[in-house]
Every structure is written in C-alpha cells, then in structure tokens.
C-alpha cells in the first residue's frame, strides 16, 4: 500500500470510505426504517425543520408543538443547520436524515485516512481509513440522529491540520485550524476547550519560526474560531433574560451529575435524568430554567464536596469505558436508543483500539511527531466529563485518536516486520518527511 502512487492512493481511501457505508446503511434501513427520533434527535430534528420551512430560527422544537415560538438554545447550531440544508433540499424524514448522516459518516472515514497518512504515511493513511469503516463506535452515531456523527468529521480535519501546522505553520493552515476549532465548538459546547488546549498550544510551539510570529499566529488562529462562533453567542445574548452563550443546557447537565443517584447509586458518575424530573419548574424562558436548574445543581454540589473526589473519577472512568461500562450500555439503549449488541462490538474494540495506540504513540515519540493534537482531545474529554458526566456518546473524539493511533501501531509493526527489525527495537525513523509534503 505505500508504494502505491498518489492518484491511487486516493483512489483506495475512497473505495474504503464508500464502503463504510455498508454497515450503516443495512443497519438503519433494517432497524431504523420506521423508527421516529426521540430525545436529543427529537430536538435537532424539528428544530431544523422549523427553520427550512420558515417557521423560526431556532425556536423550541417541544413548545412550538403546542402553537407556541419560544426562543432555544439548548445545543449549539451547526447540527441543526446542517440537517435544516438537508430538509431544504429535499431531505426531509427521519429516515432520510439518518441515512445523510452515513455520507457525513464516510466523509469522517475519508479524513480520518488523511489524518493518518499526514501523521505516519500512505499505509497508515489506509489502515486508519479500514479500521473506522469496520469500527461500530464511528457509525453507531450515524443512526442516533445527534451530532456526534459530524464530531467525528471535524475533529479528524482538526488533527490533520493541527499536525500539518507543527510541520511547516503558514497563515492559511493557522486560520483552517482555528476555524476547524470554531466549528467543533458550534457543534458541541464543550469543544470549545480546544481552543485553549490545541490551537493555542500548537501555534505557539510552532517549529522553526521567530516567537512574534508564533504569538501573531496564535492571535489569528484565536480571533478566526471566535468569529466562527461569535453570531451565535450574540444572537443567544440578544433573546434571553440570563446570560446565555453556546448553550442553555449547562444547567440540565449539572443538575442530573449532582444528585443523589449520580453521587451514590447506580448513577455514580453519570447523569440521572429522574433528578431533573423531581425538581419544579419555576417561571420565566429557557435561559431562566436552565440558571435554576443550575443552582439546584450547584447547591447539591456544595452540599456534598466531600463525595466528589469519588465522582470526578466514576465520571472520567465511565467517560472511557473503565467503570460500569456494560451497565453504561444498557443505560444508554434506553436513554438514547443506542443499539446494545453494536455497543458491545465497539466496546471490545474500543479496548484493543486504546491498547494499540498507547505503541502508536511511543512509536510517534521516537520519531518524534507531536502527540499534541492527540493529548488535546484526551485532555478536553476529561475535563468536560470532570465538569458533568461520562457518556459514551461524549467519547466521539477521542475516537478518533484511537484509530490513528492504533493505525500508526499497525503500520510501524508491519515495517519492522519486513525490514526484519525486532519488535522491540527503540531505532525507528520516520516515514514522513520533515517538510511534510504528503509524499508517496
């Protein structure tokens, strides 16, 4: 597969990507074809759908039902837009809406071959692209309607540049990362982090240039992802009576961690929705529900401090499938419809995925190519988790990492085969070139 010349190359990373398509296509066709959204994807889904028929700009999907327009900002936009172009254009049921998913899904495979190839080669480019094809974490998003589908996508081009901007950092390169870092964060609110994990970091240790133009980068990269996601702040702080900036959810989610359940029972480290349930409603738009639901939050917290060591670490481990991870499963089967037996499948996967790319990684080391992007993405899901609760639909992005990772082991394990160099060697050299120019 290396040797390979580029235009064929390419050629093969679109035949893998197209045939990740298969798995979910079947699956949803055969299991999904009646199926209505719920839950989060109820939200998206008729929220997108009032704005491509003109009925309001992101207005509550619940409320509207009943012949009423109120204001809602309880995810970020890009979602939603993206599913509203796709009613636009005549994609308009649910079943449609899933299977346009699978194309976002495909173009996630592709990009993640891309990324893979810019960290380690043409070979690792295509087994990391043949990994996410088969891999049901990638495409069991796909059939849930919710976001994490296009997470993937992003956060794959997020890695790409990322790695091509510590290789050789132009202006260009530094204004696509910052935008990739805005369009994470316009898709979920707690990407924003990347900002001050990846894209600042990355710009500022930036290889070969003078610490002026690494700070004028840093600048740029930052003012471009805060463009990206400026209109939708202001417009949340233009129709709400609480502050509100990428989300009024924050409170429901803290308000579910910090509680009984979630502190001590079957709930430790996740979130209970029965919490929210118990607590009254109170007066006043969506901004107001979710401040209160906050306090409510918060005052449960402070209550209990002492218990929290013990749930920041259930949230983290169940965050990356290490506490409860079956009972997790079935947990979110019955929250979000998430299919059991494909769960499974991705968990035993997941696992020799995550043991594989702890070699990726030294093998990235020895190189040496930057970790950065990868411990970035780790280092975000587990402060968002510490600041909520482990799911593992939150653990889309680091997804990702693992199939580069775990692509990177398998490549390197392939070479010291064929060059006949023990397995535990330290002497390895890097299959790119400093420049990074993608070579054949």
């Not at 936009?77 to 998913?101: C, E, F, I, M, T």
């Not at 607590?279 to 306090?295: L, N």
Request: proline letters at 5%; a positive charge; hydrophobic letters at 50%.
């Amino acid at each position: 597969m290396a040797g390979t010349g580029r235009g064929r190359w390419f050629s093969w990373l679109a035949v893998l990507s197209t045939v990740s398509l298969v798995a979910p296509v079947a699956w949803i066709l055969t299991h999904y074809r009646h199926a209505v959204p719920t839950g989060d994807a109820f939200y998206f889904h008729w929220q997108a759908q009032y704005i491509a028929d003109g009925t309001g700009w992101f207005v509550s999907p619940y409320v509207s039902l009943a012949h009423q327009l109120v204001p809602s900002a309880a995810h970020p936009p890009l979602w939603v837009l993206l599913l509203a172009l796709a009613d636009v254009l005549g994609v308009k049921s649910y079943l449609s809406q899933l299977l346009a998913a699978c194309v976002i899904g495909a173009a996630a495979v592709f990009v993640t071959g891309l990324a893979a190839r810019e960290v380690a080669g043409p070979r690792a480019g295509l087994i990391a692209a043949a990994i996410a094809a088969v891999y049901p974490n990638y495409w069991i998003n796909y059939g849930l309607g919710l976001s994490e589908t296009l997470i993937l996508l992003i956060v794959a081009a997020v890695v790409l540049v990322a790695v091509k901007v510590w290789r050789r950092p132009t202006l260009p390169m530094t204004v696509a990362l910052g935008l990739l870092c805005g369009l994470a964060a316009a898709t979920r609110a707690e990407q924003v982090l990347l900002i001050g994990v990846l894209l600042v970091p990355m710009l500022l240790l930036s290889k070969g240039v003078a610490l002026r133009r690494r700070l004028q980068y840093a600048g740029v990269g930052t003012v471009t992802a805060l463009v990206v996601i400026a209109p939708w702040i202001g417009f949340n702080l233009s129709r709400f009576s609480h502050t509100t900036y990428f989300s009024n959810d924050s409170g429901t989610a803290l308000a579910m961690a910090n509680c009984h359940s979630a502190y001590y029972g079957a709930y430790l480290g996740s979130g209970d929705f029965h919490c929210i349930a118990r607590i009254k409603p109170i007066e006043g738009d969506e901004s107001a529900q979710d401040a209160y639901y906050r306090h409510v939050g918060l005052k449960y917290l402070d209550a209990h401090v002492n218990r929290l060591p013990v749930v920041l670490v259930a949230r983290v481990a169940r965050e990356f499938g290490l506490f409860r991870p079956i009972p997790q499963l079935h947990l979110e089967n019955d929250v979000n419809g998430r299919p059991l037996i494909l769960g499974e499948i991705g968990l035993g996967m997941y696992y020799a995925l995550a043991v594989a790319s702890v070699f990726g990684a030294v093998t990235l080391w020895r190189r040496p190519v930057t970790l950065l992007p990868f411990t970035a993405v780790l280092v975000e899901l587990v402060v968002a988790s510490m600041l909520t609760f482990g799911q593992t639909r939150y653990r889309a992005p680091i997804e990702v990492v693992l199939v580069v990772l775990a692509a990177v082991a398998v490549d390197a394990l392939l070479s010291r085969r064929r060059s006949g160099v023990p397995s535990g060697t330290t002497s390895e050299k890097s299959t790119r070139p400093a420049s990074g120019t993608i070579g054949s």
